[in-house]
C-alpha cells in the first residue's frame, strides 16, 4: 500500500480554531484503486458537540450524510461511491453540523480518489 499525505487548510468557521485536512492513498502506483477499496473519512472531533457529517460536490448542491462523530473521538465514515468520478479526483467538501447547536460548518474543497482516506480534524471549541 503507498501512502501519499496531502495537507490542507480546513476552514470550520463556528468552531474557533484551526483545523487540519489530510488525504492518504491506498491506490496502487498506477494511480486507481481496486474495486474492493472504500474511501473513507476519518473524523477527529475534539470538540463537546457530536456533529452530523455530510459530504457534497459543490458548494450549495445536494449534501449527503455520511453519519455521526461523536464528541471526543475518532470515527471512521464511508464515503458513498456514487459520489466520486470514477477513477479520477473528485472535488469535495465536508459539513459538520452540530447536534445541539446552530450552526453548520463547511470545509474548503478536496480533491478525493477513491480509495483514499481523509482525515478531518475538528479542533475542541
Avoid: H, W
Avoid at 490542507?8 to 485536512?21: E, N, P, Q, W, Y
Avoid at 457529517?53 to 450524510?65: A, D, E
Avoid at 467538501?93 to 480533491?111: H, K, M, Q, T
Amino acid at each position: 500500500m503507498r501512502l501519499k499525505p496531502a495537507a490542507l487548510a480546513l476552514a470550520l468557521s463556528c468552531l474557533g480554531g484551526a483545523a487540519a485536512c489530510t488525504r492518504t492513498s491506498s491506490a496502487s502506483a498506477g494511480g486507481t484503486a481496486s474495486p474492493e477499496q472504500v474511501t473513507t473519512v476519518r473524523v477527529e472531533n475534539q470538540g463537546s458537540l457530536d456533529m452530523n457529517v455530510y459530504v457534497t460536490r459543490s458548494l450549495g448542491g445536494q449534501r449527503i450524510r455520511l453519519g455521526t462523530a461523536t464528541a471526543n473521538t475518532t470515527t471512521r465514515l464511508k464515503i458513498p461511491a456514487d459520489v466520486l468520478f470514477g477513477g479520477s479526483n473528485t472535488s469535495l467538501r465536508f459539513i459538520a453540523d452540530p447536534i445541539g447547536g446552530n450552526r453548520r460548518s463547511v470545509s474548503s474543497e478536496i480533491l478525493v480518489t477513491p480509495g483514499d482516506e481523509v482525515t478531518l480534524q475538528i479542533p475542541a471549541s
